[in-house]
C-alpha cells in the first residue's frame, strides 16, 4: 500500500517507523511534542510513543545536541530536531568537537549513532536566519554524514537509512518542499541507501548536478532546453552530499563533457567548489566547457522580498546550461 | 524561591494603587503610558490583519504585553540602547522607531531594521539570546568611555535556557556593565510552558548565580514595570551593576501568525480569562478613569488617532520603493569585493533582461 | 551567599575530625583513600618530569587536588560514568583507566583515550565544558531505561563561565537526571583568578538558579568530598535530581608543562603555603596515623610499590607499538567512505617509500 | 629602524601600534592580561595599556565575541584573542550570525569593526583540538575577511591593516610559525594591503599555491624540484584567503598551465576547492594537468604522534608537484 504523502508526512511517517521498530530511538527538540514540530513533522508522535520516546526540550540548541550526545554513548539512538539550520550554529562545537569525533576519539568504543535533521534553505519567506543552506560547513567536518532528500519518498527512504546508520547524520529538509508536493510512498518500512545519487532525468549533452530545492528547478530548467534547444541532460540528484556518489557523476561527466552545478548555498565555499575539484581529479579533460556554478551569491541570504532573486530559478539555470553548451 | 522573588505590583487589576507613585510617575505620564499601550495595540491587530490579507510576511504579535514593553522602554533615556528580539516592537516604537520601519521589516525589507538617526535601536534580534552579550558589551563601551548611556535588553522566557543567556549575564556581573536584562516571562517559548523549560520556578532567582540583583514584577502591571526598570537603570549607571528583571505576562495569541496555539494550550479559554482580569491597558483605563483624567471622549478620539497613524505606516509601508537585485548586494563590506560585484553584474544583468541574456 | 554555601569540612587541615564518619567511611576505606593519593600524586610527578625529559608531550598535572579527585571517584559504583577533563586522570586512574593508557594519552596517542571494558570512563575532555551536557545525557538515558547508573562530570571554575555548563545543569534540573556536576575551584583557569570569572563569591551557590543541591566542599578533605559524593550520587539515584558540588582545592603546579604560573601568581609563596597548611595528603596521613593505621614503614612499602607501578606503566607506554600512519583513517566512520579509503592509500604510499613514489 | 622580530613578537607590536594610535582599539581573551596571552602574542600591553584596554575575560567564547560585537556597535575597536582556533566552535554563531552581519542588517547604521586572531592549525604537538585549520568555514561565511599570515613582516603589516579595515577581520595566525624564524620587521607603523598575495618565488612551470604554514614547505618543495628536475614555480603566498588575489593567481595559472595547491585543512571542501573552481571558471582550458591537491585528509587532525602524517610536508607536495608535471 502506498499513499499520496507531502515530504514533511513522510518524514514524519520514517521517525514512526523507527519508533516502533526500535525501543532505542528517542526523538529531541524544540516544540516537537504537543506542538508537533513548527513544521508538524512529529504530530501525533508524542500521542503515540508518550514523553519518554518524544521530547519537548529546553530552548538550547549545544544543550539539545550535548546532552543527545550522552544518550547515544549509553545506547540510545537520538533522533534530533533544529528547529532551522540557521539555529544549529549555538549546538556547533558539539557537532564539530563530538558528534563528529567520539568514535574516532574512543577508537569505535563509544559512537554517537544520532540524527541531526533540520529544517534548510530558503523559499518559504521565512524571517532572516530562517533560510540558511550551509550543507558545505558539514560536508567539511569529518565524521558526519550530510544527507538532502529531494522527494517524499526518498525523504521516509532516506531518514530510515540515516537512523539506521551507525555513524551520525546531518539530515537537512528542504523546508520549500515540505508540502511541495505529493508522491506515492509506500507504507511501513523501507530504506533508500546512503551514498547514491539518483538519476532524474537522463540526457546526452550535459550534466546537471543538484539537490534539495533545486532538483526540481533542474528538471525544469533541462526540460526547458530540450524543448528550445534540443539539448538533453543528465539531471543527477546527489541525495547525499557526504559521501557523494562518485561513480554516477563521473561517468555523467565523461558521457557529457558538460556541467551544471546548481546549489541555494552560497557559491564561495559551496559544495558545488568541491564537485568541481572532483571533476579536475577524476575526468578534467572530458571537459568541453569550464564548469558553470549557478547558486546562491556571497551574501547573507536576504530578506523575503529579495529571495527569490537570490535563489537559482528556472531561467539562472537555464542560462547556466546556455552557457555551458555554446562556451 | 517565590517567596525571596514576590511577584511585585503597583497597580492591582482592578486599577488601584498599592504603592505611592506620585514621586516617579506623574499624571501625564501615566496617560501617556497608556496612549502607547493603546496606540501599540491597535497597530499590533492591524499587523495581523495585514499578515492574514497577505500584505506583510509572517508577524509576531505581542497583544497583552504591551505594559511590559511600554514601562520599560519609557524608562530609558535620550541615548540608552535598545536590543530588541521580534516580539518587541511596541518596545521600540515607544522608543522612537518608527511604525513604517516595522511594518517593513515584517514585510520582509532590511531596510525596516534601520533605527532613526538619534536613536540606538538595535533590530530585532531572531537568534534566541544572542543579543544579550551584545547589550552587555555595548553598555561596558559606555562605561569605558565614561558615558552614562545605559542598555535595555529583551529577551524571552525560553532565551534564559540558552547559553549567551549565562555568558552574557555573567559579562556584566563581573565588569559592572550599566545593562538591564528585562525578561518577558509569557510563559511559552512557542509551544513549550517555562514549567518545561526550567526546573526553577521564578527567573529573576536566576540573578543569583551571578550576585546581581533580581526582580519579579507583574509585566501586565506598567507602573511596576516602569519603577522597576527605572530602578535598575538608575543602579546600572550609578556603577551598581546589572540587575535581571523578570516581568510575568502573557501573550494573548499566536506565538507567530505561523504559529497554532490551539495545539498546545486551552487557548479561548485562557486568553479570554487573562483578557478579563488581567489586561494590561484596561487595567491602566480603570485607573486613570477613576483619578478623573480619563474618559469616553479621549478614548475615542486617541482610537482614532491610532487608527490615523497606523493607517499612514501601512501605506507608507505599502508605496516604499520597491526592493531592488542591486541592493542585496549592498552593505556586505564597506567595500565591494571583487566576486560581490561580479555576482551584483550577474545577478542585476539577469533581472533586466533574462530572456534576452538567456538567448544570447 | 557565602554563608548560604559554607565550605564544609569533614578533616581538619591538622588532620582531626570534626564529623563522625565512622558509618560511612570505614578505617579500610580511609586507608584505600590514602593510597591512592599518594600513588596518584607520585605518578603526576613522574609525568612532569617525563614531559621535562621530551617522553611524552604537553602535561596537565593535578598536584594539590588528590583528594578532590580521589574523593569523588571513589564514591562511584562499579556501573557509572565518569566524564573527566584533561587534568582529572587521578579520578580516572582511581576509578579504573589505566596508568599506561594516561600516559599514551599525554604521549600523543589516541589509543590511550580508551576504558577497560568494563567501566564507563570517557576521554579526557579538551573543550571547556562541552562534558557537561554529555553528563546529563548519559544520567537521563540510565533513567530512562531505568537503571540506576549516575554519572560523575569533571569541570573546573573556569567552565563555569561556559554556556554549556549552563545548558547542562539547566537540562538535568529539567529531567532529574542522575548526575553530579563536580566543580574543582582551584582559583584560577590558567592565569585567570576566579575573582575575575564570575562576580559571585561561590560556584555552589549557581545551584540555585536550577533549583538543585548546591554544595560547597573543602576539596583538600577527602573525606568531606567522599561524603558529599555519595550523598549527592544517593540523591540522583533515588531520583531527586542533579547536585552541583563545589570542591574548593588548589593546583600547585603549572596549569600544564606549557604554563609559567610565575607570570600571574606568586607561585612560590603561595605554593609554599598551601603545601604546608593545607596538603590534601598530608591531612589525611595525620589523621591516619593518629589512628594508629599507619607508619613509616607502611608509608616506605607504598610508595615503593608506587614507584614500581608507575616505572611499569612508563615501560609499557614507552614499548607501545609506535603510531601507524593507516591508524589515522580508522574510526573515523563505521565503514570508511570512499575518500577516506583513497587517502589512506595515498597516505600509507608515501609513507611506505615516498622517494621512490616520487621518483616514479 | 628593523628589528628582527618571530611572528608573535610582531603581532604583539602590531596590537601596540593600534593601541597607541587609536583610543578605540582594545583587547580582549582568556589570558590576554597579566599573562600575556598562552603564546605571549599580548605579553607586556596590560602593563603599558591598563585594564580598561587590555581586558582578561571569562572563560567563555561566545560571551567574549558577543560581548566584543556590543562594544563595536558602541564605537569601539575589539581585537579579541580566541586562544585555538578549535576554540571558536561555542562562538561560531556570533560570527556567523552577527559579526558578519551587523552592517547589512543595519544597513551600514551598524557595523563590527573588530579583528579575531586566533593561533591556528597543527604542528607544535599540542593536544587534541589545539590544531585546527578550518579556514574555509569563514571563506564560506558573506561578511567577513579571512587573513593568514606566514612571516613576522606580514603579520605586522596585516594585522595593522585588519584592526583599520573597517570591516570585521578574522585572523588566523599559523601556531608553528610563531617562533620558527627571525626576520627584519620595521618599527613602528605600517601595512600589508588585504587581498594581495605574494608572489615567494617565481617560476615557469608550475603554480604553487599556499598560505599560512604551508608556505615555507611549498617554498622548499618548490626548490628541491627545481634542483632535482629543473622545473621552476610560482609560489604563490595568498595571505588574504577571502577575498583572495584573483589577478595575481590567474595570471600565474595562464603562465604555467599547472597548478598544485597545498593546505593543512581537511581536502573536502577546504580552500583549496574553491581555488580550482576560481581556475576553472576563469582559466581552464590553460591547465595542462588536473590541479593537484596536496592537504589534510579527510579525518579530525590527529593526536600529535600522527601529526606530521597528516600535515603536508615537502616529500608530499613535491610528488604533487612530479604527478602534475608529469601528467
Ligand atoms: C537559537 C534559536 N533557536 C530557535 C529559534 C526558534 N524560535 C524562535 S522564537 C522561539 C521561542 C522563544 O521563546 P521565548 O524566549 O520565551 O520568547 P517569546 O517568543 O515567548 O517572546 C524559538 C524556539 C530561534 N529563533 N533561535
Ligand atoms: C572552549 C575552550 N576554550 C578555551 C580552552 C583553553 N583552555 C584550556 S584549559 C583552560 C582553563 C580552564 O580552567 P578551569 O575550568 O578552571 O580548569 P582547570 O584548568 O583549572 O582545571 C583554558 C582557557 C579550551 N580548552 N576550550
Ligand atoms: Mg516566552
Ligand atoms: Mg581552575
Same mark, same amino acid.
Given at each position: 500500500?502506498?499513499?499520496?504523502?507531502?515530504?514533511?508526512?513522510?518524514?514524519?511517517?520514517?521517525?514512526?517507523?523507527?519508533?516502533?521498530?526500535?525501543?532505542?530511538?528517542?526523538?529531541?527538540?524544540?516544540?516537537?511534542?504537543?506542538?508537533?514540530?513548527?513544521?508538524?513533522?512529529?504530530?501525533?508522535?508524542?500521542?503515540?510513543?508518550?514523553?519518554?520516546?518524544?521530547?519537548?526540550?529546553?530552548?538550547? =540548541?549545544?544543550?539539545?545536541?550535548?546532552?543527545?550526545?550522552?544518550?547515544?554513548?549509553?545506547?540510545?539512538?537520538?533522533?534530533?530536531?533544529?528547529?532551522?539550520?540557521?539555529?544549529?550554529?549555538?549546538?556547533?562545537?558539539?557537532?564539530?568537537?563530538?558528534?563528529?569525533?567520539?568514535?574516532?576519539?574512543?577508537?569505535?568504543?563509544?559512537?554517537?549513532?544520532?540524527?541531526?535533521?533540520?529544517?534548510?534553505?530558503?523559499? @518559504?519567506?521565512?524571517?532572516?536566519?530562517?533560510?540558511?543552506?550551509?550543507?558545505?560547513?558539514?560536508?567539511?567536518?569529518?565524521?558526519?554524514?550530510?544527507?538532502?532528500?529531494?522527494?517524499?519518498?526518498?525523504?521516509?527512504?532516506?531518514?530510515?537509512?540515516?537512523?539506521?546508520?551507525?555513524?551520525?547524520?546531518?539530515?537537512?529538509?528542504?523546508?520549500?518542499?515540505?508540502?511541495?508536493?505529493?508522491?506515492?510512498?509506500?507504507?511501513?518500512?523501507?530504506?533508500?541507501?546512503?551514498?547514491?545519487?539518483?538519476?532524474?532525468?537522463?540526457?546526452?549533452?550535459?550534466?546537471?548536478?543538484?539537490?534539495?530545492?533545486?532538483?526540481?528547478?533542474?528538471?525544469?530548467?533541462?526540460?526547458?532546453?530540450?524543448?528550445?534547444?534540443?539539448?538533453?541532460?543528465?539531471?543527477?540528484?546527489?541525495?547525499?552530499?557526504?559521501?557523494?556518489?562518485?561513480?554516477?557523476?563521473?561517468?555523467?561527466?565523461?558521457?557529457?563533457?558538460?556541467?551544471?552545478?546548481?546549489?541555494?548555498?552560497?557559491?564561495?565555499?559551496?559544495?558545488?567548489?568541491?564537485?568541481?575539484?572532483?571533476?579536475?581529479?577524476?575526468?578534467?579533460?572530458?571537459?568541453?566547457?569550464?564548469?558553470?556554478?549557478?547558486?546562491?551569491?556571497?551574501?547573507?541570504?536576504?530578506?523575503?522580498?529579495?529571495?527569490?532573486?537570490?535563489?537559482?530559478?528556472?531561467?539562472?539555470?537555464?542560462?547556466?546550461?546556455?552557457?555551458?553548451?555554446?562556451? | 524561591?517565590?517567596?525571596?522573588?514576590?511577584?511585585?505590583?503597583?497597580?492591582?487589576?482592578?486599577?488601584?494603587?498599592?504603592?505611592?507613585?506620585?514621586?516617579?510617575?506623574?499624571?501625564?505620564?501615566?496617560?501617556?503610558?497608556?496612549?502607547?499601550?493603546? @496606540?501599540?495595540?491597535?497597530?499590533?491587530?492591524?499587523?495581523?490583519?495585514?499578515?492574514?490579507?497577505?500584505?506583510?510576511?509572517?508577524?509576531?504579535?505581542?497583544?497583552?504585553?504591551?505594559?511590559?514593553?511600554?514601562?520599560?522602554?519609557?524608562?530609558?533615556?535620550?541615548?540608552?540602547?535598545?536590543?530588541?528580539?521580534?516580539?518587541?516592537?511596541?518596545?521600540?516604537?515607544?522608543?522612537?522607531?518608527?511604525?513604517?520601519?516595522?511594518?517593513?521589516?515584517?514585510?520582509?525589507?532590511?531596510?525596516?531594521?534601520?533605527?532613526?538617526?538619534?536613536?540606538?535601536?538595535?533590530?530585532?534580534?531572531?537568534?534566541?539570546?544572542?543579543?544579550?552579550?551584545?547589550?552587555?558589551?555595548?553598555?561596558?563601551?559606555?562605561?569605558?568611555?565614561?558615558?552614562?548611556?545605559?542598555?535595555?535588553?529583551?529577551?524571552?522566557?525560553?532565551?534564559?535556557? =540558552?547559553?549567551?543567556?549565562? =555568558?552574557?549575564?555573567?559579562?556584566?556581573?563581573?565588569?559592572?556593565?550599566?545593562?538591564?536584562?528585562?525578561?518577558?516571562?509569557?510563559?511559552?517559548?512557542?509551544?513549550?510552558?517555562?514549567?518545561?523549560?526550567?526546573?526553577?520556578?521564578?527567573?529573576?532567582?536566576?540573578?543569583?548565580?551571578?550576585?546581581?540583583?533580581?526582580?519579579?514584577?507583574?509585566?501586565?502591571?506598567?507602573?511596576?514595570?516602569?519603577?522597576?526598570?527605572?530602578?535598575?537603570?538608575?543602579?546600572?549607571?550609578?556603577?551598581?551593576?546589572?540587575?535581571?528583571?523578570?516581568?510575568?505576562?502573557?501573550?494573548?495569541?499566536?506565538?507567530?501568525?505561523?504559529?497554532?496555539?490551539?495545539?498546545?494550550?486551552?487557548?479561548?479559554?485562557?486568553?479570554?480569562?487573562?483578557?478579563?482580569?488581567?489586561?494590561?491597558?484596561?487595567?491602566?483605563?480603570?485607573?486613570?478613569?477613576?483619578?478623573?483624567?480619563?474618559?469616553?471622549?479621549? =478614548?475615542?478620539?486617541?482610537?482614532?488617532?491610532?487608527?490615523?497613524?497606523?493607517?499612514?505606516?501601512?501605506?507608507?509601508?505599502?508605496?516604499?520603493?520597491?526592493?531592488?537585485?542591486?541592493?542585496?548586494?549592498?552593505?556586505?563590506?564597506?567595500?565591494?569585493?571583487?566576486?560581490?560585484?561580479?555576482?551584483?553584474?550577474?545577478?542585476?544583468?539577469?533581472?533586466?533582461?533574462?530572456?534576452?541574456?538567456?538567448?544570447?
Amino acid at each position: 500500500m502506498a499513499d499520496k504523502l507531502t515530504m514533511v508526512q513522510a518524514i514524519q511517517q520514517a521517525m514512526k517507523v523507527k519508533l516502533q521498530e526500535d525501543d532505542r530511538v528517542i526523538l529531541m527538540g524544540e516544540d516537537i511534542g504537543v506542538n508537533g514540530g513548527v513544521f508538524r513533522a512529529t504530530d501525533g508522535l508524542l500521542a503515540e510513543f508518550g514523553e519518554q520516546r518524544v521530547i519537548d526540550t529546553p530552548l538550547a =540548541e549545544s544543550g539539545i545536541i550535548g546532552t543527545a550526545v550522552g544518550m547515544a554513548l549509553n545506547g540510545l539512538i537520538p533522533v534530533v530536531e533544529i528547529q532551522f539550520l540557521g539555529f544549529i550554529y549555538p549546538g556547533f562545537e558539539q557537532v564539530v568537537s563530538h558528534v563528529s569525533r567520539i568514535r574516532m576519539r574512543t577508537q569505535g568504543r563509544y559512537h554517537a549513532p544520532m540524527v541531526i535533521r533540520t529544517p534548510y534553505g530558503a523559499g @518559504i519567506r521565512g524571517p532572516e536566519l530562517h533560510s540558511e543552506s550551509v550543507e558545505s560547513i558539514f560536508v567539511h567536518i569529518p565524521g558526519v554524514k550530510v544527507v538532502v532528500p529531494s522527494t517524499p519518498y526518498d525523504a521516509k527512504g532516506l531518514l530510515i537509512s540515516a537512523i539506521e546508520d551507525p555513524d551520525p547524520v546531518i539530515f537537512l529538509e528542504p523546508t520549500k518542499m515540505y508540502r511541495a508536493e505529493k508522491q506515492e510512498v509506500p507504507e511501513g518500512k523501507y530504506t533508500v541507501p546512503l551514498g547514491q545519487a539518483r538519476m532524474v532525468r537522463e540526457g546526452e549533452d550535459v550534466t546537471v548536478l543538484a539537490w534539495g530545492t533545486m532538483v526540481p528547478v533542474a528538471l525544469q530548467a533541462a526540460r526547458k532546453m530540450e524543448q528550445e534547444r534540443g539539448w538533453s541532460a543528465d539531471v543527477i540528484d546527489l541525495r547525499t552530499l557526504y559521501p557523494f556518489d562518485r561513480e554516477t557523476i563521473r561517468q555523467s561527466v565523461e558521457k557529457t563533457g558538460r556541467v551544471v552545478i546548481v546549489h541555494e548555498a552560497h557559491r564561495t565555499g559551496g559544495v558545488g567548489a568541491e564537485l568541481i575539484s572532483f571533476i579536475n581529479d577524476e575526468a578534467l579533460f572530458y571537459l568541453k566547457a569550464p564548469i558553470a556554478r549557478i547558486t546562491g551569491y556571497d551574501v547573507p541570504v536576504p530578506q523575503f522580498s529579495l529571495e527569490d532573486a537570490y535563489m537559482p530559478d528556472v531561467d539562472r539555470v537555464s542560462r547556466g546550461i546556455v552557457d555551458t553548451m555554446q562556451y | 524561591m517565590e517567596k525571596l522573588f514576590p511577584i511585585e505590583q503597583v497597580l492591582s487589576p482592578e486599577g488601584e494603587l498599592k504603592k505611592e507613585i506620585d514621586s516617579v510617575i506623574s499624571g501625564e505620564k501615566a496617560v501617556a503610558m497608556y496612549k502607547w499601550m493603546v @496606540i501599540n495595540r491597535i497597530f499590533d491587530r492591524k499587523s495581523v490583519t495585514l499578515q492574514r490579507q497577505g500584505r506583510i510576511g509572517t508577524y509576531a504579535p505581542f497583544e497583552g504585553q504591551e505594559a511590559a514593553q511600554v514601562g520599560s522602554a519609557l524608562a530609558l533615556q535620550e541615548n540608552d540602547w535598545l536590543f530588541p528580539t521580534y516580539r518587541d516592537h511596541a518596545a521600540m516604537m515607544t522608543y522612537g522607531q518608527s511604525m513604517t520601519q516595522v511594518l517593513l521589516y515584517w514585510k520582509g525589507r532590511i531596510e525596516g531594521c534601520v533605527p532613526p538617526e538619534d536613536k540606538h535601536i538595535l533590530p530585532p534580534y531572531v537568534p534566541i539570546a544572542t543579543q544579550i552579550p551584545h547589550a552587555a558589551g555595548a553598555a561596558w563601551a559606555s562605561r569605558m568611555k565614561g558615558e552614562d548611556a545605559a542598555a535595555l535588553v529583551y529577551f524571552g522566557d525560553g532565551a534564559t535556557s =540558552e547559553g549567551d543567556f549565562h =555568558e552574557g549575564l555573567n559579562f556584566a556581573s563581573v565588569y559592572d556593565a550599566p545593562v538591564v536584562f528585562f525578561c518577558q516571562n509569557n510563559g511559552y517559548a512557542i509551544s513549550v510552558p517555562v514549567t518545561k523549560q526550567m526546573k526553577s520556578k521564578t527567573i529573576a532567582q536566576k540573578a543569583l548565580a551571578y550576585d546581581i540583583e533580581g526582580v519579579r514584577v507583574d509585566g501586565n502591571d506598567v507602573f511596576a514595570v516602569y519603577m522597576a526598570t527605572r530602578e535598575a537603570l538608575e543602579r546600572a549607571r550609578k556603577g551598581e551593576g546589572p540587575t535581571l528583571i523578570e516581568a510575568v505576562t502573557y501573550r494573548y495569541g499566536a506565538h507567530t501568525t505561523a504559529d497554532d496555539p490551539r495545539k498546545y494550550r486551552e487557548q479561548e479559554k485562557e486568553e479570554k480569562l487573562r483578557r478579563e482580569k488581567y489586561d494590561p491597558v484596561d487595567r491602566l483605563k480603570r485607573y486613570l478613569v477613576a483619578q478623573g483624567v480619563w474618559d469616553d471622549q479621549k =478614548e475615542a478620539a486617541l482610537i482614532k488617532e491610532a487608527e490615523e497613524k497606523v493607517q499612514k505606516a501601512v501605506q507608507e509601508m505599502e508605496t516604499f520603493r520597491p526592493a531592488s537585485v542591486a541592493d542585496m548586494f549592498e552593505h556586505i563590506f564597506a567595500e565591494k569585493t571583487w566576486n560581490i560585484e561580479q555576482q551584483q553584474r550577474e545577478a542585476v544583468s539577469m533581472e533586466e533582461k533574462p530572456e534576452e541574456r538567456e538567448l544570447a
